[in-house]
């Protein structure tokens, strides 16, 4: 049976099934699940717990014995299998097909995987899986309704927040599922339940690190590089979630780039710069300052560098994160 995540809870409310296979591309997700399998297990009476990680040199002989070795005062028990890389193998494979056909009264058995690519999902190993018991495949929500499951899961700690708030978190988080977890129980520390104000969570997710990365964001347009090392260094001292400090680069860049190619068509800073929402004396005199140095095809090439840093917070890139950001911000403040 192929479950959707939410169905999930619901399920885990009858008695349990033989089999639970647990897969997809958040990890945050599919430990929840799993989680939530475990607690159903020990309220059931599943007193007895053994985990098996495949890894190099792992025997698939101990998932049997594992199915047949009860002590002798023992309840009954579930197996917590783990299988990191998604690729059990033939020996696995087969391994697997022997034990989803050879149920085991008092024997419940949990599996979890990584993302799995399109071979793995016509395995007949997994085939068998699915059949025997519950499978559930736990993907990231998409950007676009990031805010939505944001809302969601404030909703469960009795807490909820207009719209521009739940944007301004999914902006803060997109890409990292465990930071946005993290973010949603810190405002549940923070704030009694009931309705979050726009100003209660910025407050709360720039909490550590807003006054420098404002810094940051003016160093940039003053075009002072050492000030811009300086900020950053410390940033980084501090631990601040490179997320973040994108997101502030990212967006100033987009900023000047809309501007730039606005005045370069003809059109009327003052005019462009309400439009882009900017009220802030201050900051529309540095905007003004920065533009003249700041050419179209220069910023271009600087939202480049930060789809680069983006994929490198995401592990799909090699490269050191705050080297990168010291090079974009000196590209960005020299004169």
């Known amino acids: 049976m192929i479950l959707r995540p939410d ?10 099934a033989p089999l639970y296979l ?35 040199g792992f025997k698939w002989d101990a998932l049997n014995a594992a199915a047949g070795n009860f002590s002798l005062f023992g309840g009954s028990k579930l197996i917590d299998l783990r299988i990191p890389n998604g690729k059990p193998g033939r020996d696995g494979g087969d391994a697997l097909q022997r034990h989803a056909r050879n149920a085991t009264d008092g024997v419940v058995t949990l599996i979890t995987l990584p993302e799995l690519d399109w071979a793995a999902r016509k395995a007949a190993w997994f085939t068998a899986l699915s059949e025997a018991g519950i499978a559930v495949e736990l993907n990231a929500p998409e950007r676009e309704r990031l805010p939505e499951w944001i809302g969601a899961r404030l909703a469960r700690q009795k807490q909820s927040a207009a719209p521009e708030a739940l944007a301004f978190i999914a902006d803060h988080v997109e890409g990292n599922l465990l930071a946005a977890h993290q973010e949603i129980l810190k405002l549940g520390l923070l704030h009694e339940e009931g309705r979050l104000s726009l100003e209660d969570v910025q407050d709360a997710v720039l909490n550590v690190a807003r006054y420098d990365i404002d810094k940051l964001r003016h160093a940039v347009l003053e075009g002072d590089p050492s000030r811009c090392v300086r900020l950053l260094e410390g940033l980084q001292g501090e631990g601040a979630a490179p997320p973040l400090v994108l997101w502030a680069l990212a967006n100033e860049i987009r900023t000047l780039a809309s501007l730039s190619t606005g005045v370069a068509a003809g059109q009327q800073l003052t005019a462009l710069m309400k439009a882009e929402r900017i009220f802030d004396e201050r900051r529309r005199q540095a905007i003004q300052r920065a533009l003249p140095r700041l050419q179209p095809a220069a910023l271009r090439a600087a939202l480049l560098h930060a789809a680069k840093i983006d994929r490198i917070i995401k592990g799909l890139t090699a490269g050191d994160v705050w080297d990168e950001f010291q090079q974009l911000a000196l590209r960005l403040s020299r004169r």
Not at 22 to 44: C, F, M, S, T, W
Not at 45 to 55: A, D, F, H, M, N
């Open 7 to 16: 169905q999930l809870p619901g399920i885990l409310e009858k008695p349990l």
């Open 22 to 56: 647990l897969h997809g591309n958040e990890p945050l997700l599919v430990l929840e699940a799993a989680d939530l399998i475990r607690a159903a297990a020990r309220r059931q009476g599943y007193t007895e717990r053994e985990t098996l990680v495949v890894g190099q």
